[in-house]
């Protein structure tokens, strides 16, 4: 995934020009006609519709992890914690060598692994058996590496091969809309998601409608996708951790202050991804009935999709510069979660939870602006 995620580098200042409104110069102008403008149309629409099933599959899943465990399968809170430990730490260790190896034998390929396996995963929490659902985290964490890299590294790919800079659909549209698509996609399955468990009594559900999104996906890749390759002189993981270790002798103070402000966000944000179930539940009344965990989830992401909204908006007119507006983003978020442990009453916690997840989707867009800068 490392090779395509640096063609969508590469492109960025080629489509800076075209996003101010310049046209190319002398021969580098590009007629656009009808027939690329059709061939970028039925590309688009090839890649969104699968990637909108692997979204969904991902995000039918979200908001019932927790519950799943700890609720329905009756599981201690430490053996939860260790389930989703065991998750973060699979996506961690596969990170190491996913990208190499989907660049080695084929994108197309590696996506069609992420549905065996993300399938796979959510096969197992129809167990009780307590190892099937250790491999059925690790499967996730894997299946979750592997969503969040070889779509997006196919896509670049693909976009460059076929020539489709020269069709006006501009490679940061299409990120642009992935983006717009997975939110949309994740409010949908957050409500869909909450009718199935209200209709069928168990948390289950939705995990077996992930899977349903994950054969038809498959199904258009096998039948719609080409395969596509990276470098192959850059594809092995000892060439990647040196590269890495030799760019880190020289590297610039503002890209360590990125990768640890990088480091302390999503952190946390991955430390909210576990507790937000249990914090909302310790500030529930007993009495009540149970929470709504799609309804949350959904309404979780509208706040980050405003979050989204609100960067473009100050970024059209200019009120702050992105570094200005990530340390208020930041110290926004870290003052949510303070207010959430201090209140301990329901709505708050609610609240301030919404509000995180709007900082999240400020962060998001402002964090890869400034990359894109140093």
């Not at 519709?49 to 799943?68: K, M, R």
């Not at 996506?111 to 985290?137: E, H, K, M, P």
């Not at 209200?198 to 995990?207: D, L, Q, R, S, Y």
């Not at 909210?272 to 249990?278: G, N």
Request: hydrophobic share 45%.
């Amino acid at each position: 995934g490392r090779s395509g995620i640096s063609e969508k580098s590469q492109d960025h200042d080629g489509e800076e020009a075209l996003l101010d409104g310049e046209k190319p110069d002398g021969e580098a102008a590009v007629a656009f006609n009808n027939s690329d403008g059709d061939a970028a149309a039925s590309f688009a629409r090839s890649f969104f519709l699968v990637y909108g099933l692997i979204c969904a599959s991902d995000w039918f899943q979200g908001p019932f992890i927790y519950t799943l465990y700890k609720d329905e399968k009756q599981l201690p809170e430490q053996i939860v914690a260790r389930l989703f430990t065991t998750g973060f730490v699979a996506a961690a260790l596969s990170a190491l060598f996913i990208g190499s190896l989907a660049d080695k034998y084929g994108r197309r390929c590696a996506c069609l692994v992420c549905c065996a396996v993300i399938g796979l995963s959510c096969l197992t929490t129809l167990s009780n058996n307590l190892n099937v659902l250790f491999l059925g985290r690790a499967l996730g964490g894997v299946g979750t590496t592997l969503m969040y890299t070889v779509f997006e590294a196919w896509m670049v790919t693909e976009y460059h091969q076929r020539g489709l800079e020269h069709s006006g659909m501009l490679l940061s549209t299409i990120l642009g809309r992935m983006w717009t698509l997975s939110s949309v996609v994740a409010i949908a399955t957050g409500l869909v998601g909450q009718t199935l468990v209200g209709f069928t009594g168990t948390k289950c559900a939705p995990f077996v409608a992930s899977i349903v999104c994950l054969i038809p996906a498959a199904a258009l890749i096998l039948k719609n996708w080409t395969e596509n390759y990276g470098d192959q002189a850059n594809s092995s993981s000892s060439n990647n951790w040196m590269a890495s270790f030799n760019l880190l002798q020289g590297v610039d103070k503002q890209i360590l202050i990125l990768g640890l402000a990088s480091c302390c966000f999503e952190g946390t944000m991955y430390l909210f991804i576990y507790f937000w179930s249990p914090g909302l539940k310790s500030v529930h009344p007993p009495t009540s009935s149970d929470l709504p965990f799609g309804l949350i989830f959904a309404s979780f992401m509208c706040a980050m999709m405003l979050g989204s909204m609100l960067f473009t908006s100050i970024r059209s007119r200019k009120f702050l510069s992105c570094r200005e507006l990530l340390q208020y983003v930041m110290a926004l978020a870290g003052i949510s979660l303070l207010i959430t442990t201090l209140a301990r009453e329901e709505n708050a916690t609610f609240l301030f939870y919404c509000l995180f997840e709007a900082c999240i989707g400020v962060y998001f867009p402002c964090m890869g602006y400034l990359k894109g800068k140093v």
